[in-house]
Nanobody
Framework: QVQLVETGGGLVQTGGSLRLSCAFSGRSLGSMGWFRQPPGKEREFVAA?????????DYADSVKGQFTISRDNAKNTVYLQMNSLKLEDTATYYCAAMESHYYFVDYKIPGKWKYWGQGTQVTVSS
């Protein structure tokens, strides 16, 4: 049974930074990703990283240059470093995982990811 546990959310002012962590256990995974769901909106793709292949990454256009996804294989943990936070970054952030390389599926669709964490709230205030 795969378990994903997110930590690191909280309240931050505009322009600030936060780092989210997602620790997983249970089995070897192929890719990890982050999604977010703003209040009243649908869940949207944020970033993805391969796990067992080359360290390929991809980002939503809205966060390129602002967020960085990374992994620590030894700790079975994926991170999302979020800088220069804006009001529109306020959302519940979810960690997701799949057993294949994300490249082979339409990975920006939440339904393509098999495993999910419980979510962590990020609130950006002015």
């Amino acid at each position: 049974q795969v378990q994903l546990v997110e930590t690191g959310g909280g309240l931050v002012q505009t322009g600030g930074s936060l780092r989210l962590s997602c620790a997983f256990s249970g089995r070897s995974l192929g890719s990890m990703g982050w999604f977010r769901q703003p209040p009243g909106k649908e869940r949207e793709f944020v970033a993805a990283v391969s796990w067992n292949w080359s360290d390929s990454t991809d980002y939503a256009d809205s966060v390129k240059g602002q967020f960085t996804i990374s992994r620590d294989n030894a700790k079975n943990t994926v991170y999302l470093q979020m800088n220069s936070l804006k009001l529109e970054d306020t959302a519940t952030y979810y960690c997701a995982a799949m057993e294949s390389h994300y490249y082979f599926v339409d990975y920006k669709i939440p339904g393509k990811w098999k495993y999910w964490g419980q979510g962590t709230q990020v609130t950006v205030s002015s």
